[in-house]
């Protein structure tokens, strides 16, 4: 496993994490989360994101219970604050109380004193940035959290950000959490110069496009019955990418990784950390043989030609636009 800084700071991620949306206290039983989360350990990858929101609190308490068994300076813990927790006016968003009262409910979720990352999960239209980062300032102060970041802002957002901490000689942000694959890449154009210059490194999710870049789903095949885009509870973010217009350019995506001995979920997060401003691309897993195969990206190395040939497909679907 290699590692990578977060963003300018001095803090050292593996450049693949291990996250839980979606998985962890939710769709995948206790047992086999812990599995995954022990093995990626092994593996190296020593940051683990998680979320508040992720089923209520569950996935939280799954990832807290799976490293016990490790000494807490060995590994790097993320969570997230931002959609509702409750049902009150104040149970949800970016203000102070919101803030305050959900990093002492994640941190004993967790089982833990501190948190190393703590992310807005969203922009909060109806909060004050400054009073936003205020709060997690504070934090840091307490000891309570290290460092900060956000998740899905827009360029602007960041960048009002980033002149509030160096106005209010504020602790700076750290990190950004977007989505970015082969297939949504929007960062590029605005997201990463403007962090890149900032020192705010991307921790992405989605990697693998919710497995579309598995290459499992095939254009003009049925969806097989025993993955995610089959179960209805969970397949509306995947919608938009089962068209075979899509289906055929991974299909040939396939085909380079196939050239190169590796496979295509391989290719695509080693294509991901080609880009300087990436800290890591997290993955998720349901099974600890999911966790094997995918930390192998990171000794993957890609030729210019073959990044040429990538782009060339990817190019085709440009302008894509997933439902998010």
């Known amino acids: 496993m290699k590692y990578r800084r977060l963003g300018n700071s001095g803090l050292k991620i593996s450049e693949i994490g291990l996250g839980s949306w979606l998985t962890y206290g939710e769709s995948v039983g206790n047992q086999n989360a812990i599995d995954c989360i022990h093995q990626a350990y092994e593996h190296g990858i020593n940051f683990f994101d998680t979320a508040n929101a992720y089923n209520q609190g569950e996935a939280e308490k799954v990832v807290g219970e799976a490293l016990k068994p490790f000494s807490r300076e060995s590994y790097v813990l993320a969570t997230k604050v931002f959609f509702p927790m409750g049902d009150g006016p104040n149970d949800r968003g970016l203000s102070r109380k919101h803030i305050m009262e959900q990093c002492d409910a994640s941190l004993k979720r967790l089982g833990v004193d501190y948190l190393d990352l703590y992310q807005c999960h969203r922009f909060d239209e109806e909060t004050p940035t400054e009073e936003t980062l205020r709060a997690l300032d504070d934090l840091a102060q307490q000891g309570k959290i290290l460092y900060y970041g956000v998740s899905e802002w827009t360029a602007a957002q960041i960048t009002d950000a980033v002149h509030i901490t160096k106005e209010k000689n504020l602790r700076p942000l750290v990190s950004n959490q977007p989505i970015y694959n082969m297939l949504v890449r929007y960062i590029e154009k605005e997201v990463l110069p403007i962090s890149e210059k900032a020192g705010i490194g991307q ?35 995947i919608k938009s990418y089962l068209n075979d217009d899509v289906l055929t350019r991974v299909a ?73």
């Open 203 to 237: 921790v992405v999710f989605s990697p693998l496009a919710q497995g579309i870049l598995t290459g499992k789903y095939k254009p003009g095949q049925e969806i097989p019955s025993n993955t995610r885009a089959a179960n209805e509870n969970i397949n509306r973010w």
């Open 252 to 324: 040939r995506l396939e085909g380079i990784a196939n050239d190169l001995d590796i496979k295509l979920s391989q290719l695509a997060v080693a294509w991901i950390l080609r880009q300087p401003g990436i800290s890591a691309a997290i993955i998720g897993a349901s099974r600890p043989e999911q966790v094997t195969e995918n930390v192998k990206a990171s000794e993957v190395d890609l030729s210019n030609e073959v990044l040429n040939e990538i782009e060339s497909i990817l190019k085709e679907i440009d302008g894509f636009v997933p439902i998010w």
